[in-house]
């Protein structure tokens, strides 16, 4: 039913009629196999079998209903799934929503299609400190809107250069004080908006770093 209101309902008539759809499951064979060597490898702080995949109703820059799907911690799951419903909700835009194996796990790939993201066992950059998506408990949202910016220039992914500038009001832009902070920090999780130096407005996580 949700696959053929995809497909054939207009986007007035979606959003008339939607209803938030969001599950939890454990890591089966086929996603495993998918996920080894890739967003996930021996030596990870996390085991394949504490992560969770999540498939979730999302509204897409088009007002169109889509399916999403995000991999995150069990302890992380049941937030995750209370956030993403509010944000449904708030009819707020998602790019796309795929699982970050789609880029090869390779977070600048993942970022440059404005791909919304959360497990990835991988180091903070230039680090050899694990990131909090290491451990599924960190997402990454819009990142074109939302980029990662030092505030002497650089600006990741470069075509989020544009939305650097926080006082622009566009659809799928995160701002301080707005509802999608909020849903989060209703849960319990920290915005990368608000570090002193750098800003990472894309950025969730449950440590707030």
Not at 52 to 74: A, P, T
Not at 115 to 125: E, W
Not at 184 to 199: I, L, Q, S, T
Request: include cysteine; charged fraction near 20%; glycine fraction near 10%.
């Amino acid at each position: 039913m949700l696959a053929s209101l995809v497909i054939t309902a207009s986007p007035t008539a979606a959003a008339a009629a939607a209803r938030f759809h969001g599950s939890v499951h454990r890591i089966g064979p086929e996603l495993r196999q998918r996920m080894t060597g890739v967003s996930w490898h021996p030596g990870c702080p996390v085991g394949l079998d504490r992560l969770r995949l999540l498939k979730l109703s999302v509204w897409g820059f088009d007002g169109r209903l889509q399916r999403g799907r995000l991999v995150v911690n069990e302890d992380a799951a049941r937030p995750i799934l209370t956030v993403m419903h509010r944000l449904f909700d708030l009819r707020f835009p998602i790019r796309r929503m795929r699982l970050v194996d789609a880029y090869g796990a390779v977070d600048d790939r993942s970022m440059e299609a404005d791909n919304t993201s959360a497990f990835n066992c991988r180091f903070v950059a230039g680090t050899n400190r694990w990131s909090e998506h290491a451990y599924g408990r960190a997402i990454d949202i819009n990142p074109i809107e939302n980029p990662y910016a030092d505030g002497q220039g650089y600006v990741s992914p470069p075509q989020g250069a544009p939305f650097a500038d926080r006082s622009r009001r566009a659809r799928g832009l995160i701002h301080r004080g707005g509802p999608v902070v909020a849903a989060f920090a209703a849960v319990g999780w920290g915005w990368g908006g608000d570090w002193e130096w750098p800003k990472d407005f894309q950025h969730f996580s449950a440590t707030g770093n």
